[in-house]
């Protein structure tokens, strides 16, 4: 008996022993099963090259890889008569024989894109304006004379052309889509450095009443615009034109953050207009306006301040002939309601001769709407509608 006792003792012993042992190894190799729940925080690392939707790329070098090549430098010469001094008049009446002028070479620094496979360039005209001669030079080295294929001095862009194969052609963009905070880049070549990207955003759209242009409807942006970056290319995040830079507000000649680029809208509807037509078609009606304040809704007895009130129309003209008279004050156009004599010239000069423009007009405070036919705008017409 006391064997079989022995015997189920140590069994027992061995047993415990071994359910000791094996709780020692579970307890080292999974800890929590005796410490109870906990919480565990999990991080999670980025994958490479993702970024939060907060956050902006860490380049633009593919953007710019894409618009540059397409981005030229615009040399232009030009000879400079120098005038005589009577000085040398009496000279030549002493002495006889003629004395030649002299003359030198002034030379300038702009800044083109490309927009065509066949070679058509938007630039300023300010850019290329007296030029006797004018050169291109692309990134790849590659140079070629240039040919003016038309000018429009009312908003400050020309086009020229080049011979040249294989050519660089950038991407519009749609500058309507542009809202203030968009990355943009300018790229051109200011003070004759090379080409040079600079980076900022788009600060404002639609100024005017600038003073630099007859028509305005800038992009107003802060990336750096310098001289020699006037007719460079304002392009989007993506590498897509949306402005051709023209102007800085500057007391130093340098940037100072505000810049000012013509939206591709307008540059490219004048750009087929040169192309087609060789000048850039304008509506025109033959109407002075100017803002309705409050003396003039006073003066009127009109019952709000709104539209501008017509102070003059030729005689003869399209509005003449359909009815408008001075007094007569314009709500809207075509539906869109008016505030600025700006903002009509704009409207009529954008749309073509020949097309119906609709005029909901206050007379006598009634609204009635006039059917007005434009007509071609003549040259030097100043502000008139």
């Known amino acids: ?45 980025q994958a490479p090259g993702a970024a939060r939707p907060s956050e902006g790329p860490v380049s633009y070098a593919a953007a710019v890889e894409r618009a540059a090549p397409a981005v030229v430098n615009v040399n232009t010469a030009k000879v400079i008569r120098e005038r005589r001094t009577p000085f040398f008049d009496d000279f030549r009446r002493f002495f006889g024989g003629e004395l030649q ?20 360039i938007l630039t300023n005209n300010h850019v290329i304006r007296g030029a006797d001669a004018i050169q291109v030079g692309l990134r790849d080295g590659r140079t070629a004379e240039a040919v003016v294929v038309g000018t429009d001095p009312d908003t400050d862009i020309a086009v020229l052309r080049i011979k040249l194969k294989k050519l660089p052609v950038i991407n519009l963009g749609d500058s309507g889509r542009l809202q203030v905070g968009d990355v943009v880049l300018a790229i051109g070549n200011p003070f004759g450095v090379g080409q040079t990207v600079t980076m900022g955003i788009v600060s404002a759209t639609g100024r005017s009443r600038l003073g630099i242009n007859m028509f305005e409807n800038f992009i107003q942006t802060d990336a750096a615009i310098n001289p020699g970056n006037s007719g460079g290319a304002l392009v989007d995040a993506r590498g897509r034109l949306v ?7 500057s007391s130093t000649g340098g940037s100072l953050g505000i810049g000012f680029a013509i939206p591709t809208s307008m540059a490219q509807a004048v750009f087929e207009d040169i192309v087609e037509h060789g000048r850039a078609l304008r509506g025109w009606l033959g109407v002075s306006a100017q803002a309705v304040t409050p003396e003039i809704a ?37 539906g869109q309601r008016i505030t600025e004599p ?33 007509i071609e705008r003549p040259q030097q017409m100043g502000q008139t509608q």
């Open 101 to 120: 002028p002299r003359e030198r070479i002034q030379n300038s620094l702009g800044s083109g894109v490309i927009i065509s496979d066949k070679g058509y």
């Open 298 to 334: 006073d003066a009127l007895d009109l019952p709000k301040v709104a539209g501008v009130v017509v102070v003059g129309v030729l005689r003869g003209g399209p509005a003449d002939r359909a009815g408008l008279k001075p007094g007569d004050v314009i709500l809207a156009i075509d």
């Open 1 to 45: 008996m006391n064997d079989r006792i022995r015997s189920i003792l140590k069994f027992l012993a061995q047993a415990a022993a071994l359910g000791l042992a094996t709780a020692l190894i579970l307890s080292w190799l999974w800890p929590r099963i005796f410490s109870g729940p906990q919480t565990v925080e999990i991080i999670r690392e």
């Open 342 to 374: 700006r903002d009509a010239l704009l409207s009529i000069a954008s749309r073509r001769p020949g097309a119906k423009v609709h005029l909901t007009v206050l007379r006598d405070n009634k609204e009635n709407v006039l059917s007005v036919t434009a």
């Open 243 to 249: 402005g051709i830079n023209t102007a800085i507000f």
